[in-house]
């Protein structure tokens, strides 16, 4: 009798526990999942505001994704083909140019504090010439998506053969910060190929690999 | 990341999102206490509290991996994308041979040297020495900064102290004395001319440590040139050699090695093959290949000589009437070679100038040459004058030397009096050593400016007169000063190694080159790209005195052969010991002994029987008076009775760095012997005589000590034939390496097929359908010498780790490709073989059945893949290898220099201990061309896909390719008739296949060899 | 009347025991001090296994390279010892279920030892497969589960990949089976042992028994029913582990005859093992009359006939590799008698064929001194059997190029002599603390052979066992 009720309760509070773990069952993640991850860069570069608002194509920074394995991070110079000459956000600049106009003056140099520290890497004086007194020191970025050593991932392979990257980097373009969008698991990689085999990448056939040593060698 | 804003942490997604609502209900969730009072609230409240640690202990198993930083470029250079390999030309300063080589560089860092398939001399093949050469660039041990009396100084003092000794010398018309090796870089030479002409009394002294002086002073008689000639094996049908061995170690290997195998090819369509004699007194690689080996003891070497010459005399109706003995074999070779007129070479690598003489003798007699030895465009290397050496030797001696260079030389070592030398250096007013490590020379030298390594410096080099090649720097020097910048500074204008180089090429060279472009600065850029140039030579070849060969060979008698006579002979991977730093060098299994991380005393069986000794047995070497030193032996079957013979280049200074080597654990011992250095030096044991040290020298004593010392030795079983008493009748010869004789060739292409084929039908359907590539390997038996290149290269390319004497000892060796070396025949003179043996990515891979987690499984083009990070380390799949082809990772081998580490390739995995690994089929290489082929969109050519292995073997024995492929190379292999597999029998259906072994022989002679 | 009374089997419990002594006896067992001898044997087991410990944490800190294997021989001591386990492992299984069904009287005084003895030999064992690795701490990859890996599964091909099953089932079979079969006795134990705290454990695991009819009832009918199911373990855990070797391509490996041979030769060392086990155990625990001659005498047969069947696998493999015609399977089997390790192949024969082909003689059989010696040595040889097919086999096999030797390392030796600490340090425990005579089952049998004249009659009526309300 007393056995009966000990086993009826204990399923309860089973399921009450359960309920109450719900949440964090729902967000689980196995251990080595970076999924969600997003540091803060040593310099709060907009992804939202240059491919989102802007327009700037992925490729014209990550250019080497094109050709190389890696995606690779613009040097600093690239930065500058265009901060050369765009101190500030443009409202700002605009917004100075105006009131110069009102006030009759030459408009007054702004220069926003996350620019000034692209300058201050390239060692730049105000007028952005090279400043011969201060030594430049590379931007060390925060990686976002990393794979383990024993993982060979090839960007080259994937861009040309159309995968967008948004398919795995996630809408970039909106974020402000880039936040790890997939999990980066086997499964998830694999599962991918296995469709791009069935449905081909918009519309053309391809052949993805589903070789271990595809990726692993 | 900012200091002042802590990385920002989250348990779930909805925390991320939920904020202070989640906060909230997480506090809820763990504010009601654990156990109150009441029986039902008890248990209820410890099942959650239960729940929620459960919970608890799987998010703190989620922990998030170290933040990790990327710095890109400042300023995106030109045409280097991070990640891409880039192949730059340069030419190979591991030795004077001066082959071409394409450097790989990935993000400004050297990683892999390949041949340079356009290079004249190398012809796309690189020996292992010029392989293994790049981790010289990387070696922390190499000095940083000068020294000075053994204390590190800055450049300025240095060069003050030298500019002050020479500015004396000029004053007081001081001897100084530039002592090197031969070399073959103009602009060296004439930074060095610059620098001694501004003195009184300054010299430019040569001294080899592997000497050709001997050739030079026979030419010097018979053509009035000292020159080298250029030996064309390439253009040899017949081939009769002296003692030269001209495929391991001999002059230009790799240049060798690639003309002697382009006509050893024989195939269906011309079943033709040249023929190779070897005369020798210990088993060269060079005797191991030969078509017909005759064991002679070395002083009888000038003998043979002179009895083939009088027969090529009769035969050319110019007798001089020199005394014919009977000598059956020598009536056969000089038949052979007189048929072969113009079309063949006798060689002889003796220091022996009567040897020389009636070579040069019996290649004109034979009308040579022109054809198959060039005169016109001399080799360069091995330049010395003994004269000299011993003239400066007497001088040092003396102390008449004001200023004495060493650059790239280490007499100290070399010589048999070589401590008394240091004693003397010490002695001299400045010594200043360009070497660049620490070897004995230079830590005998008051001054050490290191020099750089070829890879980090400009230079060039002439091996073959008119054959220009360049060097440039693909890396920051990491070490050192170019020493051209040196000798400039010295010489009083200092001047960039960049500048001194293109103003050597502009002045000297360009004019010469009669190149196509009329502005220098175009040819430079070909040059650069090509790596090489090649010069007119107008004038014609000398002509030929036979007068002094004629003497030599009257003068020449038999001499009696008795007691023991020492045989001091250069490695394959070592050479004279300058590479012996280097530990992939070191453990490199030597192609015939197969030893590694040692040097021993090679007797041949009858000897080693006579004395009651076997491998292991340590003697004490005898040598004049109070000359000795202790060896273990080693049996080298093939061997002369009456030789010992010794490797040279061992227990040098530069393999103290060796003494903590390999995985520490109890069991471990040291690579080094008990005086802290790998190996002995054999030199205390050599003559002197002027400026030669004789490499024979007889009448040595062998006492064994008793005391015994394992060799690490990476093959202990040396024969395809099991013991007699373990064999059942006629079923004693494992049919492994299949071998057949030209003539039976000829009439059958498939003569000597022993292995029997593979069941048509499986009991199972075929498991593996190969719908894109399928790639397969073949290694021809035939072209392959056993120079061990491909090791090397495999282990540069695939990330091999070095494991150290006693875990080879133990036979944990990681090279995924090893070269099996049989004998066959009677003891005296064997028969060997070769057989390079990798992963053969069975189609029926037994290992592939047995991995319980899947780690190792078929590719959908025939690639056996092992999947390091799934493998568990059963070692079920190399238990279950029949060609034991896989590696184990034992234990976390060593990586802890860090500068060593930039050598890695970084497409390869690192293993990690307790995984198995094997041979890849460079499966790096294969993704590397499928997707820049994609990225072309074009498809995957025959031949763009190449193994580091095939890449490097100078006798390209080994092809690569795709058998879906009706055109490629190895669809048409398919069909020869050599082809055959290992152990095709068990049905493992491998994807490697070999061309089976033909030697020039006639059967009844095969027949009467081996019965 | 008399004469036909002395055809009569005698009786298999000495000391015409009245149910109530057997238990007092053999309760005794647990609840008086140990002896000295008890506490000596203790010590070394513990040392052993403490040695044991020792060495598998240096494997485990240092790597496999820490053992003697090599390129060529890539098991040895480790896959030696996991298969001679295993094999001890049987005979528990055999003596508890097939004795059982085909109603053996006498295996009642020795099965209880014998199951325990199976659950640590297969634990021994089972240690084996898992520090074997060369990344251990990766073991739990070897059982399919579901992941994020694509998914990705285990190879089913793999022997390996079976013996984890085999292993695991087997394992927990023998457990069941063992705590099944102690269950009266601990409610006896329960109802004896004058410690509270051990009576609550009693309690607690004898699941509340009350030895009315009904439950013998049930308690018989599911007895019955596991022996069934345990059965085709004693064959199929075996065959499993001979796979491992019969499914590879390595000669002296691949061959058909593996499973039975494995098998018999399992029960051979196993009923060795527990031979040598009980004869301590009667003289330890002062059992002589519970574990008579007769007992001894029985197991003594069985070695007999297995010896016999191992004895002819042996002469069979040669046969087979004479007949085959294969060059390489002649080379192995010459190699293994006239090799360099022929000196493990000749202990082998002479320990598990020639020497128990003594136990044809009564008088041997019946002293106890002459069959611990021969079942030590049984055990010693079965030993041999497995390193002499592992090492010979891979050491020399196809291309001479890769023939080596290989030598045990001291930690090997370690990881030996620590398996054996750990059996025998549980066994004593067991012993020590439970029942080594299914007390039960012995009331059951001490009638047996009673009408035999010339034993003592007991004065009261026999029951099955004390009844518990």
Redesign the interface.
Known sequence: MASRLTAILLALASAYSLLLLRPKIGSFRLPGNQQGYEPVQPIAYSHRLHAGELQIPCLYCHFSAERSRHAGIPAASICMNCHRFVTAPLGALRAEDALASKEKRAPRLIVSPELQKLYDALALNEKREPDPSRRPRPIAWVRVYRLPDFVYFDHRAHVNAGVACQQCHGPVETMERVRQVSDLSMGWCVNCHRQANQAGINGRQVHASTDCAACHF | MRADEPKRYWKSLAEREGGAAYSERAAAEFDETPFAAGPLGSRRSFLQAAGFSFAGALLAGCRRAPVEKAAPWLEQPEEIIAGRSYYYTSTCGACPAGCGLLVKTRDGRPIKLEGNPDHPLSRGGLCAVGQASILGLYDSLRPKQPLLRGRAVSWQEADREVLKALAEARRSGGAVRYLSGTLTSPSRLRMIRQLLSGLPDGRHVIYDTLPAAAVLDAHERTHGVRALPHYRFDRANVVASFDADFLGTWLSPVEFTAGYSRLRRPFEQSPQMSYHVQFEARLSLTGSKADRRIRIAPEELPWYLAQLCARLEVKAQRSSGARLESLPILDDVAERLWQARGRSLVVCGAEHLDAQLLANYANELLGNYGTTLDLRRPSLQRQARPGDFAELLEEIATGRIAVLFLDGVNPVYDLPDGEQLARRLRKLPLVVSLAERLDESAEAAAVVCPDQHYLECWGDAEPVRGLFGVQQPLIPPLRGRAALESLAIWAGAPKSAADIVRETWEREIFPRCKAKEESFERFWERVLHEGWVEAEIEHPGPAFNPAPAQASLHRVTRPAVAGLTLVAYPKIALLDGRHAYNPWLQELPDPITKATWDNYACLAPATARKLGLTDGDMVRLEAGPERAVELPVLVQPGQHDNVVAVALGYGGHLTRRFANLGPRWLGWRPSVNAGGYVGENIAPLLERDGGTVRWTRSGVRLVPTGKRLALAVTQDHHTLTVPPRLAAADLGRRPIIEETTLEAFQKDPRAGAQGHPPPAEDLWPRDHTFPGHRWMMFVDLTACTGCSACVIACQVENNVPVVGKDEVRRKREMHWIRIDRYYSGPLGDVDVAFQPMMCQHCEHAPCETVCPVLATVHSSEGLNQQVYNRCIGTRYCENNCPYKVRRFNWFDYARDDRLANTVLNPDVTVRSRGVMEKCTFCVQRIQEARLEARRRGEPLRDGEVQTACQQSCPAQAIVFGDANDPASKVSQLLKSGRAYRVLEEINVRPSVTYLRLVRNRREAEEEERHG | MAELALLAPEPLIAGGKRPGQVTSEILATTERRASPLWWAGFLVAFGALAAGIASVA?LFS?????W?????V??AFDITNFVFWIGIGHAGTLISAILYLFRQRWRTSVNRSAEAMTIFAVICAGIFPVI????PW??Y??FPYP?????????F?????WD?FAITTYFLISLTFWYLGMIPDLATLRDHTPSRFRRRLYAFFSLGWDGSFRTWLRYETVYMLLAGLATPLVVSVHTIVSW?FA????PGWHTTIFPPYFVAGAIFSGMAMVLTLVIVARKVMRLEDYITPRHIDAMCKFLLLTSGIVGLAYATEFLTA?YS?N??E??VF??RA??PYAWGYWIMVVANVLIPQLLWFRRLRRSTAAVFAISILINVGMWFERFIIIVTS?HR?????????YRP???EVGTLVGSFGLFFTCFLLFCRFLPVISMSEVKGAIQFGRSRPGTPAPEESPLPAEVHP
Do not use: C, K
């Open positions: 240096y240092t790597g496999v390279g820490t003697g294997l090599n390129n060529t890539g098991w074997h690795l060369g990344r990766l073991a990859w070897i992941n994020t890996r694509g998914p990705l599964w285990i190879n091909r793999s022997p390996l990949a984890a491992d499914t590879s391509v390595i004479f015609e060059r390489y002649q080379f010459l190699n006239l090799g891979l096999d196809y291309l001479p190029a890769n023939w080596t030797m390392t001291l930690i």
